[in-house]
């Protein structure tokens, strides 16, 4: 008869057995609990890691998508860690915190009141009539509200028509015809405003193809997407002169930024539509040429950054992806890390971390004392964002390099501690790692501690992504990449990205010389004052 499961096992006559053999048994039995214990100990551990995954994909998902802690607050009103960020600022040089003083504030935008006098103003005026005048000692007018107008786009039809003359010469007649215009794409029903608008529609303010074009029908002419669409991807060949000599410009630099991001692409030839390809952009450039640079590749292999970095050779800031590095050994590179990357991790671990006690004494997480760690450094940052190169180095120096140090000593004691697999432990072993390169920012006052201007500037690309979704081609995703390095260059050098793109379509097509075109270079534009001024409230 079979034993039913569950029913317990009868208990064996142990009592012909020796010592020997009983303590055998005793061993062999501890052994099995012991193997036990560790399956167990092993499946305690794989559902935490389940547990803290689960908790991660929950807050990405349905929280806010923000990086501060839940704990952030809690650290800050921790009084060791408020007396050690208020000693940073103590013990900053006398000089330098003149300095600091003296530097401009960067207060929060207020409420503008009343409107800006760059825009137009029509004036209309509220009269009283004859009768209610009449014997009157004077009259007079007060200024009593203002609103703002909207005036609705319109299209209009531009007719061109040549003036000719008929010249006879020795019996035959000759014509001589005024000059036309030189258009960009040659022969093409839309002018340079047209399309200057639909390149800023769609990436600047991340309009569809689709949603303009129900937009102009509604203006009283429909024009397809797809006519708009070949009409982008034509230009590209004519702004890739302007964006190469934007190339080497950056390059000739001593300090660039470097990121990358997701793009899907339809028709790319040997990959699926599902695949994963890359829009790939640097920021940098001398101090008065700035700008942000473009470039799709269906790779995410080392051999783009070295195609995009050839010629440079100064200071490259990225996060930690290998790719980078065939490039920087090549041309000799010097690398350095982001610290957003790195705190980004830790408060992953943080925001998933089982919270056991709430409360202003409640112990932390080791995730949050990193934390705390990463951001006295940037407390460190805040007050000499507007000191020169040469305090903020001193500063550096001086103050972060020590705190650096403890944060390392702390990484290496703890990192062991914690549960392999977990989002803390990859957290800490991420920072290790890039140990070398995150430190890199203290070599000289002009680097930035995080790649943010470079996250920053590749946004508006991720923003408008979601609106477009993908581009059809491969010509179609070079030709986003070209649009979106013009605006956001120009955006960088402070001008309307509208009204600059308008102007490059203008003037390109006659550029013939080098001088030309590098006269349409953003940092070279001589755009109207008042296109300026609005451009700096954008």
């Known amino acids: ?10 208990i064996p006559d142990l009592s012909g057995l020796s010592a020997a053999e009983v303590a055998a048994l005793v061993a062999g039995l501890q052994q099995q609990v012991a193997s036990q214990q560790t399956v167990l100990k092993q499946r305690d551990q794989y559902i935490q890691l389940l547990e803290e995954k689960l908790r991660l994909q929950q807050i990405q998902k349905f929280a806010a998508r923000s990086e501060k802690s839940a704990h952030q607050a809690h650290l800050f009103d921790e009084p060791e860690l408020e007396a050690e960020i208020d000693a940073l600022r103590d013990q900053l040089p006398d000089d330098v915190e003149a300095d600091v003083q003296d530097a401009p504030r960067v207060s929060r935008q207020r409420r503008q009141r009343g409107f800006s006098d760059d825009l137009v103003r029509e004036r209309i005026e509220l009269t009283l009539s004859e009768e209610q005048k009449a014997g009157a000692t004077q009259t007079f007018f007060t200024k009593v509200k203002e609103e703002l107008q909207f005036i609705p786009a319109q299209l209009k039809v531009l007719e061109y028509w040549q003036e000719k003359a008929v010249f006879s010469l020795e019996g035959n007649d000759h014509i001589l015809a005024a000059q036309r215009p030189v258009h960009p794409l040659g022969k093409c029903t839309a002018s340079t405003s047209l399309l200057a608008h639909l390149i800023t529609s769609k990436y600047a303010d991340g309009l569809p193809l689709y949603r303009q074009e129900g937009m102009l029908k509604r203006l009283g002419h429909t024009v397809s997407r797809t006519q708009m669409a070949n009409w982008i991807i034509r230009l590209d060949d004519v702004f890739k002169p302007l964006i190469n000599l934007m190339r080497e410009a950056q390059n000739s630099s001593a300090y660039l930024q470097a990121d990358e991001t997701r793009l899907q692409v339809l028709k790319e030839d040997g990959k699926t539509a599902q695949s994963d390809k890359w829009m790939w952009v640097t920021r940098g450039g001398p101090p008065d040429q700035l700008s942000v640079l473009f470039a799709y590749d269906p790779s995410r292999g080392g051999s783009v950054p070295v195609r995009l970095l050839d010629d440079f050779a100064g200071i490259l800031q990225a996060d930690g992806y290998a790719g980078y590095g065939q490039i920087c050994r090549a041309n000799g590179i010097t690398r350095i890390g982001c610290w957003d990357h790195a705190r980004r991790k830790f408060v992953e671990a943080s925001k998933a971390a089982k919270v056991k006690e709430k409360g202003k004494n409640a112990p932390l997480a080791k995730a949050d004392v990193g934390l705390s760690h990463i951001n006295k450094l940037y407390a460190i940052e805040r007050p000499i964002k507007d ?29 062991s501690r914690v549960m392999k697999g977990s989002l803390t432990r990859k957290a800490m072993e991420y920072t290790l790692n890039q140990w070398t390169t995150l430190i890199g920012y203290c070599e000289r006052g002009d680097l930035q501690i995080s790649n943010v201007l470079a996250e920053n500037a590749i946004r508006p690309f991720a923003i408008g992504r979601r609106a477009w979704l993908f581009a059809d081609t491969t010509r179609g995703a070079h030709a986003s990449a070209s649009c979106y390095s013009l605006i956001e260059s120009a955006k960088a050098n402070g001008l309307n990205p509208a009204a600059y793109i308008h102007q490059v379509l203008e003037r390109i097509a006659t550029a013939d010389t080098l001088e030309a075109l590098e006269a349409l270079l953003p940092w070279n534009v001589a755009l109207p004052a008042v296109v300026k001024k609005v451009a700096q409230y954008g």
């Open 1 to 10: 008869m079979r034993k039913r499961p569950g029913t317990p096992s009868k």
């Open 387 to 415: 000191l020169s190169d040469a305090e903020r180095y001193r500063v550096r120096q001086e103050l972060s390099l020590p705190r650096l140090e403890a944060f390392k000593a702390w990484l290496e004691a703890n990192v």
